[in-house]
């Protein structure tokens, strides 16, 4: 049973538009959200996070949207860069940002000079 | 380097033999999480530590996998009779319980049974 589901394994855009990566979830026992980026061979770096009780947080080019009701969340990325190119995973705890997480398969973006 | 060190990062192994992986975590964080993470899947939780205390193992954990965190500081994950459905990344990650951050990710070994 995926709880966590990121339904585009991939994703391109050019340099200097929007990205958005989406991410869907089925247990409404979920109170944070988290999102890391990974480069190949390494570990997952984490990015950004929302709290059930909100529905935006920003920070920088990065903004995350939480749609409870849909049970969706979505990873804005403004102005992306090529530095931005890589897995993108989509992550959810019901303890805290620092719980257990159970991750969506991930998408990997490539933003194009 | 206060991040969280994972050794080694590559393995090798034949099947059937037994492999250790070690896991130090950032200093002042008591959680500690391996994960195992296989081609185009996303990390999927094995087990979780809070000190020394083993507190949560997935059913993926099968009983040829073991993990200690004897001094509550770092860990070794533990693998025996390897198979060849057992390469993968494994992950490990830790955080401050009580804290309101998140888990901090090693770079992660890399398994391959041949």
């Known amino acids: 049973d995926q709880q966590v589901k990121q339904n585009s394994p991939s994703l391109s855009v050019q340099e200097g538009r929007i990205s958005i990566l989406n991410c869907d979830y089925t247990?409404?026992?979920?109170?944070?959200f988290l999102w890391y980026k990974k480069y190949p061979a390494e570990g997952p770096t984490f990015l950004i996070s929302?709290?059930?009780?909100?529905d935006k947080n920003e920070d920088g080019r990065f903004t995350v949207f939480l749609n409870k009701s849909a049970k969706h969340l979505s990873l804005h990325i403004v102005p992306s860069q090529p530095g931005d190119s890589a897995v993108y995973f989509c992550?959810?705890?019901?303890?805290?940002?620092?719980?257990?997480?159970?991750f969506g398969q991930g998408t990997e973006l490539s933003v194009k000079p | 380097d206060t991040g969280v060190s994972q050794d080694p990062r590559h393995k090798i192994t034949k099947r059937g033999q037994n492999v250790t992986f070690r896991c130090d975590p950032i200093?002042?964080?008591?959680?500690l999480y391996w994960y195992r993470q296989t081609l185009g899947q996303g990390p999927e939780f094995l087990t979780y530590?809070?000190?020394?205390?083993?507190?949560?193992k997935s059913r993926l954990l099968s009983d040829r996998f073991s993990a200690e965190r004897p001094k509550g500081s770092f860990s070794t994950l533990e693998i025996q009779r390897t198979e060849q459905g057992d390469s993968a990344m494994y992950l490990c990650?830790?955080?401050?319980?009580?804290?309101?951050?998140?888990?901090?990710f090693g770079q992660g070994t890399r398994l391959t049974v041949v």
């Open positions: 990650a830790s955080s401050l319980r009580g804290g309101d951050t998140e888990a901090f």
């Open positions: 247990n409404s026992m979920f109170d944070y």
């Open positions: 929302i709290s059930s009780i909100k």
């Open positions: 992550a959810a705890s019901m303890v805290s940002p620092g719980g257990k997480l159970i």
């Open positions: 200093s002042e964080h008591n959680r």
């Open positions: 530590f809070q000190n020394e205390a083993q507190l949560e």
